[in-house]
């Protein structure tokens, strides 16, 4: 019994951390963010579909879902290591046990969480409001939220600001949406790559694309992770200036 109630109490307690964690970083009101987005973004698609003034397919649910989860990811990425600079907290996070990597970790988690959470409610409106889709248009719209929270993070920390930050990931952003045609044109290499929308190869091909694409974007994300996380253990280049 003494385990049991032990490992509730220290579930309860990281999950404590964590909510600390994302009003760090979005505010207080952070649970917001996955109401209000999901509102904002496909009420308006939903009541013209209603009104029948547009036709959504499934196929290009993957797109609508994975914009605005790539600003969400964008905001969330400046708040993991460059608002510590702006908000010159940053020598006391080097004080905390486990190091800064702990609270990059905590942070990270707490992001995932917004993100996950953002996906599930806007995937559910999707659904009942729009059109039923191919759960696996999820994970690519998630794919592209993760990716751009590692885009903005490394920026952000490289340069040691957020504006800086925001604005070379907004425009990588704007240069990935404009390369592929607002999602229309499919290149195994970009984040948005959507299987969905590929009408002319075979199955067994689009399958092998899209494994290879999930998994080149997990490593390039990893790896800018760790860039991320390599710069923000060096003290003394983040404290200088």
């Not at 609270?103 to 992001?111: C, G, P, Q, T």
């Not at 091909?205 to 694409?213: G, K």
């Amino acid at each position: 019994m003494n385990i049991v109630s032990r490992s509730i109490k220290f579930l309860f307690q990281e999950i404590e951390v964590l909510r600390y964690a994302a009003i760090a970083i979005a505010g207080h009101k952070f649970w917001l963010i996955p109401i209000i987005v999901p509102i904002v973004w496909l009420g308006p698609q939903s009541g013209m579909e209603i009104l029948d003034w547009v036709t959504i397919r499934d196929a290009g649910i993957q797109f609508r879902l994975a914009l605005p989860l790539a600003f969400v990811g964008l905001f969330l990425g400046l708040r993991i290591v460059a608002s510590e600079i702006n908000a010159r907290t940053l020598e006391i996070v080097y004080t905390v046990p486990g190091g800064a990597e702990k609270v990059w970790w905590v942070k990270i988690l707490a992001s995932f969480m917004i993100l996950l959470l953002t996906l599930a409610i806007m995937g559910l409106y999707a659904w009942f409001l729009i059109t039923p889709y191919n759960l696996e248009s999820l994970y690519g719209a998630f794919q592209v939220g993760v990716f751009y929270m590692a885009v903005s993070m490394g920026f952000s920390t490289l340069f040691r600001s957020e504006v800086s930050g925001a604005i070379v990931a907004v425009v990588l952003l704007g240069a990935n949406i404009l390369f592929t045609e607002f999602g229309g044109q499919q290149i195994w290499f970009s984040p948005i790559y959507n299987p969905h929308a590929i009408n002319d190869q075979v199955l067994k091909a689009i399958i092998v694309e899209t494994l290879r694409n999930r998994i080149f974007i997990a490593l390039v994300t990893l790896m800018i992770f760790s860039l991320a996380f390599l710069r923000g253990n060096r003290r003394e280049k983040l404290l200088s200036g």
